[in-house]
């Protein structure tokens, strides 16, 4: 076995729709935010909820398939890595982003959270897929590490 292990499991709802674009060399890269909820007791006995929001990108069929399949408030599983980048902000401070690679996506939630979302108008409908219908799961993606710099990122 080897000495480490960078895996990411997270099930959250989506906080927007995912944003598609492609990389010059026309590899698709989706990015989209998720957030996941913590209910604890704090000292004093009283309930508490924290929201943790994380930053996501998809690269090439997953990307498509996230960007045709997710909108905003769909819960979803997410299995990936971890991965930062540095960068200097407007006032010249380093500072270190992080965000999630995902590998996997599984869409969640019940018929009836979908009807919900339909109603709300909340989830595209194609003609192919009415928008009560849930969307086929996504395929498992082999992990490849794309030739792409940050640089290479539209956005």
């Known amino acids: 076995m080897s000495g480490s292990i960078n895996k990411v499991i997270l099930i959250g709802r989506l906080g927007k729709d ?29 309930q508490q909820r924290r929201t943790e929001w994380h930053n996501i990108v998809a690269w090439n069929k ?3 398939i996230c960007g045709e399949y997710l909108t905003k408030g769909k819960q979803v599983y997410i299995e990936g890595s971890i991965r930062s980048h540095q960068y200097e902000d407007q006032a010249g401070n380093k500072r270190t982003a992080y965000e999630i690679v995902a590998r996997d996506m599984k869409m969640l939630g019940s018929k009836a959270d979908s009807d919900r979302m339909a109603a709300a108008g909340m989830e595209r409908a194609t003609p192919e897929r009415p928008a009560a219908e849930p969307a086929p799961p996504a395929e498992p993606v082999a992990p490849t590490e794309p030739d792409i710099r940050d640089d290479d990122i539209p956005f």
């Open 18 to 46: 995912p944003e598609v674009k492609y990389t010059p060399s026309g590899a698709p890269v989706a990015k989209f935010s998720l957030a996941t909820d913590e209910t604890f007791k704090d000292r004093t006995g009283e």
């Open 62 to 64: 997953l990307a498509e």
